[in-house]
């Protein structure tokens, strides 16, 4: 009889054709070698006894092909010994079957990390009965470039086995340089060849072929890998319509209406840690070359920022110039980023894919990028956000959001959106007007500096105001309304007020740069940030000197002079303070004069000395009208008289004096300060009952104001009491709070004394 060939049309479920002896004795053989009964693989396999039996003994000639794969399914086939079965059921000869389709592209190496990814990738396999596969990739970390091919590539190979019946693989160019995203109707007829349909036999309208092709697919085995995907458009016509087969998609963007409406699993890629990147370098460099030069290989690892193709790059130029220190190399990455990792192959250029990304965007996205590139700070909150570009919340919100499916920045989970540092220096060459950005960075400045003010008057009311100038229009206010308000606004957003008044500096906004170290000035203090508060001042200080403003040239100094106190720069503050207190003297002013004696006070080392600028200060302020800051000479008078050792006359007069006038005025820190003063007197004339209730009337108050810094200093005094009572459990108890303080703000050495107490008490 004459062999004619088949079209896989034929293969259909339901169509009859005729089978051997060659396919009776394989599946007689197939089940025997993996010890099952007719009766088991029927149970097995969902296909009768009767069939099987039929099959086996050769009186069944014409099997349903859907029965002969279930039956190899139940077998556990390996892919060619599946092809095998099924080419016997078919009649068909050997030689002209037609191969399972294995088109995926070679697995990239080196392969370094990625565990998180390639666990939740295994785990969209296992999934119920009858839900689909569909996993999507998308890079929220960065636009191309971050490895989301690499990842899915090395999963797909890592679990091939999986799929006996085959994988497809396209690239559908959603980003490319010199094309636009593929078709999918040729991606669709590129897999009706890859299944071995006749060119004959395929329908000419694109709905038929994508139809033919759900069919040949149906309940198979099968992983379809689509790489590089622009929308879900793209994507819709090449999903299997069974749940058999499982589909991994990459994109740049989020593919969201995917996720939404097939159900599709989301992985995110991120960069890679910084012990992958520079495992990354050593596999491709070496270890004893990556071991030879560490402090260069760490700065490479930073400036890449776990960008797996900017870490490709260099260790591509360190490959091919074995004789190029990495030093030089990092050098190199330090000055000029973008045009280190430049090259005339596009697929090797990290400003060329990211081009990519940013061509895709419509006008007023690709300017909100470019504004977000030079908002001071490594994040930006949503109001921000509104102020720099002018557009109001809603607007920016609707464009961030365009910008995150895009993969250019990611919002974190508590709401703040960031930029990598590569697409940032990427974004500062957008071609936005001069105009533009002037007016943006104004509008961002003057967000951070009137919300910080609000909120530092929300921290200590009592505290003498400044002036600050009339808010740029367009600018968006952000309302506090309470202290925890305040200190979480202040936790938010630090890093950028500390960038924002860099900036200020660096462009001549001299007025805001010292403005900016005022609002920020009880935040740092609360919390400990000692180093961050001598920073901010050192710049105001050199801000105020660019101002015709003597007030502000007096306050800077003087503030500046605290902040040495605190880190214990003794001659560094005495200096500060000198000059404020000479300032103040030039321009006859008792305030000012008062307060640099107020300082002074703190840091003379000599009890007698401190004490006499604590009375100067003390009046000074009599007559001034100024009843807060004259609570604060009494309160420092009693502290000094106290440390002297005067405990029941002048020490304890003075903070009575200083408590009334605080709690008149109902300022709260002043109270706390002064209880904390009284708890001190108590306990060193022998009341330690009384210097604890004043000692923990202190902690609470200062709790009430958010102030971890006075607290941590407290509960040290407290324990004090407790010993003297021989209650050295409680007292131990509130040492150890005092420690783990000490501990999160850096005073180390205030820490390691309680430990020393510790040992003592015990």
């Known amino acids: 009889m004459r062999f004619e060939k088949k079209s896989p049309v034929a293969d259909r479920p339901g169509r009859k054709v005729p089978v051997g002896d060659h396919f009776a004795a394989s599946l007689r053989r197939l089940r025997l070698r993996v010890g099952l009964t007719q009766e088991a693989l029927a149970e097995r396999s969902g296909v009768s006894v ?25 077998l556990e086939l390996q892919p060619g010994e599946r092809d095998e079965l099924l080419s016997a059921a078919t009649g068909a000869p050997e030689t002209l079957a037609v191969p399972t389709p294995r088109q995926l592209p070679a697995s990239p190496a080196p392969f370094v990390g990625r565990k998180l990814e390639l666990d939740r990738l295994d785990a969209a396999l296992r999934v119920r009965p009858g839900q689909a596969a569909t996993v999507v990739i998308s890079a929220l970390a960065g636009a191309g470039g971050i490895g989301k091919s690499w990842l899915v590539l090395h999963w797909a190979h890592r679990n091939a086995d ?89 994109s740049r963007n989020r593919l969201s209406s995917l996720i939404t409406g097939h159900g599709a699993h989301h992985v995110s890629v991120d960069t890679l840690t910084d012990t992958d990147a520079r495992a990354l370098l050593a596999a491709r460099l070496g270890t004893t070359r990556i071991d030879a030069e560490p402090a260069a290989v760490g700065e490479l690892v930073h400036l890449c920022g776990g960008f797996p193709l900017a870490l490709s790059i260099i260790a591509g130029r360190a490959h091919t110039n074995p004789h190029l220190l990495l030093a030089e ?18 697929a090797a250029s990290l400003p060329a894919v990211l081009s990519l990304s940013h061509r895709a965007l419509s006008d007023v996205e690709a300017d909100v990028l470019g504004l977000l590139a030079i908002a001071p700070g490594p994040d930006i909150g949503l109001p921000a956000a509104g102020s720099l570009t002018g557009l109001g919340r809603s607007r920016t919100r609707s464009i961030l959001r365009r910008l995150e499916q895009a993969s250019l920045i990611s919002q974190d989970a508590t709401g703040r959106y960031r930029m990598h540092e590569l697409i940032r220096r990427y974004a500062t060459t957008a071609d936005v007007a001069d105009d533009k950005r002037t007016a943006a960075l104004r509008r961002v400045l003057d967000f951070y500096t009137h919300t910080a003010h609000a909120a530092a008057h929300l921290l200590d009311p009592h505290r003498e105001p400044i002036e600050l100038a009339s808010p740029v229009p367009a600018r968006q206010p952000q309302i506090l309304t309470d202290i925890p308000a305040a200190m979480d606004w202040f936790e938010a957003e630090h890093r950028n007020l500390l960038a924002a008044q860099r900036t200020c500096a660096a462009h001549a906004l001299h007025d805001t740069a010292w403005k900016l170290a005022w609002t920020l000035n009880d935040f740092h203090y609360r919390r400990g940030h000692r180093h961050d508060q001598l920073a901010v001042w050192q710049i105001a200080v050199d801000s105020a000197s660019q101002l015709p403003d003597p007030g502000a040239q007096i306050l800077t100094h003087r503030l500046l002079g605290r902040a040495h106190v605190v880190l214990g720069h003794h001659q560094e503050a005495i200096d500060a303070l000198n000059q404020a207190l000479a300032l103040s003297e030039q321009q006859n002013d008792r305030a000012l004069q008062a307060q640099a004696h107020y300082t002074l006070a703190s840091i003379q080392p000599d009890g007698r000395q ?64 002064t209880l904390d003063s009284l708890g001190y007197i108590d306990h060193h004339s022998g009341h330690h009952q009384d210097a604890i209730q004043h000692y923990l009337q202190a902690i609470s108050l200062y709790r009430d104001l958010d102030n971890t810094y006075e607290t941590a200093d407290t509960l040290d005094r407290l324990g004090h009491p407790y010993a003297a009572l021989g209650r050295h459990d409680q007292a131990r108890a509130v040492w150890r709070q005092a420690r783990d303080l000490y501990r999160q703000q850096g005073r180390d050495q205030e820490a390691d004394q309680l430990e020393r107490q510790f040992d003592q008490d015990a």
């Open 50 to 74: 009767s069939t099987i039996r039929g099959l086996e003994t050769g009186r069944r000639r014409n099997p349903q092909l859907a029965s002969v794969r279930q039956l190899a399914t139940a």
């Open 162 to 250: 999986r799929f006996p019946d085959g994988q497809l693989f396209v690239d559908l160019q959603g980003f490319s340089p010199d094309s636009d995203p593929m078709d999918p109707a040729v991606a669709v007829r590129g897999f009706l060849d890859a299944l071995g349909v006749e060119p004959d036999r395929i329908p000419a309208a694109p709905h038929a072929q994508a139809a033919l092709f759900r069919s040949l697919v149906a309940n198979k085995r099968m992983l379809l890998v689509l790489d590089n995907a622009a929308d879900t458009a793209q994507i819709t016509p090449l999903l299997p319509g069974g749940d058999s087969c499982t589909v991994a998609v990459t």
């Open 329 to 346: 190399l990092a050098d190199e990455l330090r000055d000029d980023a973008l045009g280190v990792l430049d090259d005339a192959d596009p």
């Open 610 to 673: 401190a004490l006499d600028h604590a009375r100067r200060a003390r009046d000074l302020y009599r007559g001034l009208d100024q009843p807060i800051a004259e609570a604060n000479a009494l309160n420092a008078v009693g502290w000094y008289a106290a440390l002297l050792g005067d405990h029941d006359g002048t020490a304890r007069e003075h903070c009575q004096a200083a408590l009334a006038l605080y709690q008149y005025h109902r300022d709260v820190a002043g109270q706390a300060q």
